[in-house]
């Protein structure tokens, strides 16, 4: 979008491989766009910390937001963290430390759960896709993505002793793709099933998918059966 082609309109279905000949790729994530992505991630922590320290009946009452952090980057870079000054729409974060600080502050209306950014940035307007992955902001701005976690120091430190937990092996699993319904099951247990074959059909928004084998193998179980409403990712049958 920010393309002169695009943005005076002269388009065809050709743009793509006449103004990128290599493909597409999305924006480098630079130093300084890292540093307004940590910036807009401490602003939002700092929204969320707010609107917990208004929910009512807590027994020591409500403590005042901190103002020191660590900021997470991709889980590789980690950076001290200060909010100087702090409004209802405005922040002002010192990034770093000693000689290699950096002022940025951050305005904004955004609210939590909003799924997007919007606001002024070191005094430059910016957007930015927000998701969230259990205590972390995953950010996007012109294709450059950022996961970025917002911690007190020592929880940060501990963090850093975490052991993560490996990818569970669901390569001999058939996992239901979306929340549905069971329509059948189309093989039994032992079963010599060939790639291609049908294993299952599930019903989901008025629509039957039909679900197949990807490579050769045997039914070692099955977990479903016809009626059965399952969620996104639920074991319908397995493999030897």
Not at 49 to 53: P, T
Not at 146 to 149: F, L
Not at 172 to 176: M, P, S, Y
Not at 209 to 215: F, T
């Given at each position: ?11 065809s279905?050709?743009?793509i491989?006449?103004e990128f000949?290599?493909?597409f790729?999305?924006?480098d ?9 940590a910036?807009v991630?401490?602003f939002?922590h700092?929204?969320e ?5 208004r ?6 009452g409500?403590a005042?937001t901190?103002?020191?952090w660590?900021?997470?980057i991709n889980?590789q870079?980690?950076v001290?963290?200060?909010?100087m000054?702090?409004?209802k729409?405005?922040v ?8 290699f600080s950096r002022?940025v ?5 955004w609210k939590p ?6 606001g ?10 927000v ?5 972390q902001?995953r950010?996007?701005?012109r294709g450059?993505t950022?996961?970025?976690?917002v911690?007190?120091p020592r929880i940060?430190a ?8 490996p990818?569970a092996?669901?390569s ?5 793709p979306?929340p549905g ?7 039994e247990v032992g079963q010599?099933?060939k790639a291609?074959e049908v294993l299952?059909v599930?019903?989901?928004m ?11 193998g ?5 977990a479903?059966?016809p009626?059965?409403?399952l ?10």
């Open positions: 979008m920010m393309h002169p082609r695009f943005r005076s309109g002269r388009l279905t050709n743009f491989a006449e000949k290599g493909g790729e999305g924006a994530l630079t130093p300084e766009l890292k540093d307004r992505m910036a991630a401490v939002m700092l929204r910390e707010e609107r917990r320290r929910i009512s009946g807590q027994l020591n409500s005042a901190p103002k020191e660590t900021v997470g889980n870079d980690s001290p963290v200060r909010t000054t702090e409004g729409d405005v002002a974060v010192r990034l770093g430390e000693g000689k002022m502050e951050v305005e904004s209306a759960g909003e799924p997007v950014f919007v002024e940035v070191a005094g430059q307007p910016l957007a930015m896709q998701t969230r992955k259990s205590d902001y950010l996007m701005h450059a950022a996961t970025i976690s911690r007190r940060a501990l963090a850093g002793h975490m052991i993560e937990k990818p092996d669901t001999k699993q058939l996992l239901c979306m319904l069971v329509i059948s099951i189309q093989v010599d099933v291609g299952a599930v019903e989901a008025k629509m039957e998918n039909v679900l197949r084998a990807e490579r050769d045997v039914v070692k179980r099955i479903a059966k009626g059965d409403s969620p996104v990712d639920a074991v319908i049958l397995e493999f030897e």
